[in-house]
């Protein structure tokens, strides 16, 4: 996990969601979120941005999964007429990162910084769908499980469709991948700290 990026669990809480049938992404598309098209260009200059500003990389894929909420979060908030004001986003955005270094490289670059905004936003909009006021409400995790709830029996009609490029979407996650949090573990990251642990673990074990 990286240390720049210190994501609360309520920004980084990625909605379990029962979509409808899928009907296939068009050319260009990474994916269709009900009437939002998330484009391939889109999620790869948004995966650059990020890791950029991060300074590790932060996968296509990833950034996709949090590309999908977004957009299925700010469907259900706009039938549910919930509004989240820039002064909110703002506030959740220095929650999500807190490391001043960090945030500055969010704020220099105009895509990490809209996909940061997005972030949070999409926090606290979930936030107020479970009746809470915003990140700081006292009893933010109750409003967040009771957000969730809600998102995921909303959107049973909102269809998602990801390019096969990309895997397919289950349970709320494209090929059971992602995580939700800005701080995801990259495959690269993961693959040297397994490699790591089971040298250990056989340096650990006693010489027959």
């Not at 790869?44 to 941005?49: E, F, L, M, Q």
């Not at 945030?103 to 999409?122: G, I, M, N």
């Amino acid at each position: 996990m990286s240390r720049a990026l210190k994501a609360l669990g309520v920004v980084a809480a990625t909605v379990l969601l029962a979509s409808g049938c899928a009907a296939g992404t068009h050319p260009g598309a990474a994916a269709v979120v009900g009437n939002t098209e998330i484009s391939i260009g889109e999620v790869d200059k948004v995966s650059r941005a990020v890791s950029d500003a991060l300074g590790q990389p932060f996968e296509t894929k990833v950034t996709l999964g949090e590309l999908v909420n977004n957009a299925l979060v700010r469907q259900v908030r706009d039938q549910r007429s919930v509004t989240v004001s820039d002064a909110e986003t703002a506030a959740a955005m220095k929650l999500v990162v807190r490391d001043p270094a960090a945030y500055s490289k969010f704020e220099a670059d105009p895509v990490a910084k809209d996909f940061l905004a997005q972030v949070a936003s999409t926090a606290v909009a979930t936030i107020k769908l479970g009746g809470g006021t915003g990140v700081t409400d006292p009893q933010v995790q109750q409003a967040q499980k009771a957000g969730l709830t809600i998102v995921k029996d909303v959107s049973k009609n909102i269809t998602v469709d990801i390019s096969p490029r990309f895997g397919k979407w289950t349970d709320g996650a494209i090929d059971g991948a992602i995580s939700g949090s800005l701080s995801e573990e990259s495959a690269q990251a993961k693959a040297k700290r397994e490699a790591a642990e089971k040298a250990q673990q056989q340096q650990q074990q006693p010489q027959g």
